[in-house]
C-alpha cells in the first residue's frame, strides 16, 4: 500500500522531501486544459516532473470537460496515471463517463453512488472518496463492493499537511504500475510478467509475458503459461519461475530484455528487426453530414437585453430562449437574476456548463453537459430531437472566429445545407437566427455543450 497525497496547489521541493521523508510514496496534482473544466488549478508538467525527481510517484486528477486525448497524450509523456474526477462539483456522472474514461486511458474516482454505478465496468482501476474520519489502512472500505481492479481510498478530504491544504489516500502500488526488475544475465530466472497491448485487436487487454533477462514473448493461453509456471513445456531456459508483480501491469517492458517475436514487438509498439513501424494516419475531426435535419427555429433573445451584466449573459439568453419554448416565459434578466442569487454564476462572469445544467433544472427542464465537438453532439441531440448550447470561440461581438479573444455560447437546433443553424445572442445583429458555415464553428468549436434533456412543445 502507498500513503498518497493529493493537492491543486503545487508543492516546493522542499515539502516534496518532508512528504517523502514523513513516508508518503507519491504525491498527486491536477490537469486543467480549459478555463471552463471545473478544475481550480492545474499543475505544470514541470511540478509533476520536480515530484517525480525528489522519488516520489505522480499523477493528475482531470475534468470530462477537457479533451481526453489530450489527458491520454499529456499524461503519456510525463509517464504519469491520469485519474478522472467524477463529482458533481466538476462534471456529474453520465452516460458519456465510461467513454471518455476508454479515450483517456484514466482511472475513475468518486463517491458511493458513482462506484456502485461502475462496479463491473473495465476501468483500469477506482479511487473511492469516502471520509469516514481518522486514517485508515486499507485501499477500500469495507462497507462498499470491491471492483475487480487495482484500488484506492481518499479517506481525508482537505486537511492542513506540509504547509499545504491536501487530501489523503491509500493506494494499491499496482495503480503507478508495478516496479521493473532488473535482470542481469541470461539463464538466471525466468519471470512471467503482465503489460497492456497497446496494438492490435487485443489493445487495452492485460496480457502475460515471459522472458528469461534478454527476451521476452507473448504467452498466448492458459495452458501454455501452465506449461512454463510448471516446467512441463519449452521455455527458454530450466531456471526457476517467477511471477512477477503479483500479475500486476508493469511500467517499462524493456526492464525485461527485448521481444523475442514479431507477434510480440507489434503487440506492445516495440521495434523488431525486419518490421517496418508503419506511420500511423492523421486524426482528423469527425464531419457531420452536410444535412442531418433542423427543429423548429427558438425562440429569439438579445443577451443585451438583460438588465444584467448583459456582456456575461450569453449562455443565459439561452437557456432562457429554452425555457420560454418549454411554455414558461422568463427572460434572459430573470435567468441572471435568478443565477446570481443561486451562486450558480461564475465569481468571473464565466457561464460553465454545469452553471446553464444548473440553471435549465431549476426551471424544471433536463440538461446535461456533454464534454464532446459540436460535430459529435449535435447530430446526436437532433437525433432526439434535443436542442443544444454550444460553446465557440469569438471576437468581443460574439462572432464565431479563430483565434477568438472570449469564448461564447450559441443555441444550437439544425444542420441544413448551409451549415450550423443556431440562435445567436450576440453577434452582427444581436439576437437573431444565424447559419454558420460548418468548417467555421469547427474551427471555433471549444468541445464543450450542454444537452437540453427533452422535446419541446416545437417541436414535438
Not at 496534482?29 to 478544475?39: M, P, S, T
Not at 507473448?218 to 531456471?239: A, K, R
Not at 443577451?303 to 425555457?323: F, I, K, N, R, Y
Request: proline content about 9%; overall charge negative.
Amino acid at each position: 500500500m502507498i500513503r498518497v497525497i493529493d493537492s491543486w496547489q503545487e508543492p516546493t521541493d522542499a515539502q516534496i522531501a518532508a512528504a517523502k521523508a514523513a513516508g508518503y510514496g507519491a504525491w498527486l496534482g491536477y490537469f486543467k486544459e480549459y478555463a471552463y473544466d471545473n478544475i481550480y488549478h492545474g499543475w505544470s508538467d514541470q511540478t509533476f516532473q520536480r515530484v517525480k525527481a525528489g522519488g516520489l510517484q505522480t499523477g493528475d486528477y482531470c475534468s470530462q470537460l477537457d479533451d481526453p486525448t489530450w489527458v491520454r497524450n499529456r499524461a503519456a509523456s510525463l509517464g504519469i496515471i491520469a485519474i478522472l474526477d467524477d463529482e458533481g462539483g466538476i462534471v456529474p456522472d453520465n452516460a458519456g463517463t465510461d467513454g471518455w474514461l476508454a479515450a483517456s486511458g484514466a482511472g475513475l474516482y468518486g463517491g458511493a453512488g458513482v462506484q456502485a454505478t461502475h462496479l463491473n465496468h473495465v476501468h483500469p482501476f477506482s479511487v473511492f472518496a469516502g471520509y469516514p474520519g481518522g486514517a485508515q489502512t486499507t485501499t477500500w472500505p469495507s462497507y462498499a463492493a470491491k471492483p475487480n481492479r487495482p484500488t484506492a481510498w481518499q479517506f481525508q478530504g482537505s486537511t492542513a499537511l506540509f504547509g499545504l491544504s491536501v487530501d489523503l489516500s491509500n493506494f494499491d502500488p499496482a495503480i503507478f504500475g508495478a516496479p521493473a526488475p532488473q535482470p542481469t544475465k541470461e539463464e538466471e530466472m525466468i519471470l512471467v510478467f503482465t503489460a497492456t497491448v497497446v496494438a492490435g485487436p487485443s489493445t487495452g487487454v492485460n496480457a502475460q509475458f515471459v522472458s528469461n533477462g534478454m527476451r521476452f514473448r507473448w504467452v498466448q493461453n492458459p495452458g501454455q503459461l501452465g506449461d512454463i509456471l510448471n516446467g512441463t513445456g519449452p521455455v527458454f531456459n530450466s531456471g526457476p519461475v517467477q511471477q512477477w508483480a503479483s500479475g500486476a501491469p508493469v511500467a517499462d517492458v524493456g526492464a525485461f530484455g527485448n521481444p523475442d517475436d514479431p507477434v510480440t514487438a507489434t503487440m506492445l509498439g516495440l521495434p523488431f528487426p525486419g518490421i517496418q513501424t508503419p506511420t500511423p494516419a492523421p486524426i482528423r475531426a469527425p464531419t457531420p453530414a452536410p444535412v442531418t435535419g433542423c427543429l423548429a427555429p427558438p425562440h429569439i433573445y438579445s443577451q443585451l437585453s438583460s438588465a444584467t451584466d448583459p456582456w456575461d449573459a450569453c449562455g443565459e439568453t439561452d437557456v432562457a430562449s429554452v425555457v420560454t419554448d418549454s411554455g414558461s416565459p422568463w427572460t434572459p434578466s430573470d435567468v441572471v437574476k435568478w443565477a446570481i442569487s443561486a451562486g450558480a454564476a461564475s465569481a468571473n462572469g464565466e457561464t460553465t456548463p454545469a452553471n446553464l445544467v444548473a440553471e435549465l433544472v431549476h426551471y424544471g427542464i433536463p440538461a446535461t453537459a456533454v464534454p464532446q465537438s459540436i460535430a459529435t453532439a449535435l447530430p446526436a441531440a437532433l437525433a432526439r430531437k434535443h436542442e443544444l448550447i454550444v460553446m465557440v470561440s469569438c471576437d468581443t461581438d460574439g462572432n464565431p472566429t479563430t483565434p477568438g479573444t472570449a469564448t461564447h455560447w450559441l443555441l444550437a437546433y439544425g444542420i441544413s445545407a448551409g451549415g450550423y443553424e443556431v440562435m445567436q445572442p450576440l453577434g452582427s445583429p444581436p439576437g437573431s437566427l444565424q447559419t454558420y458555415p460548418i468548417a467555421l464553428l469547427n474551427s471555433c468549436d471549444q468541445k464543450s455543450c450542454v444537452e437540453v434533456g427533452l422535446v419541446l412543445p416545437k417541436d414535438a
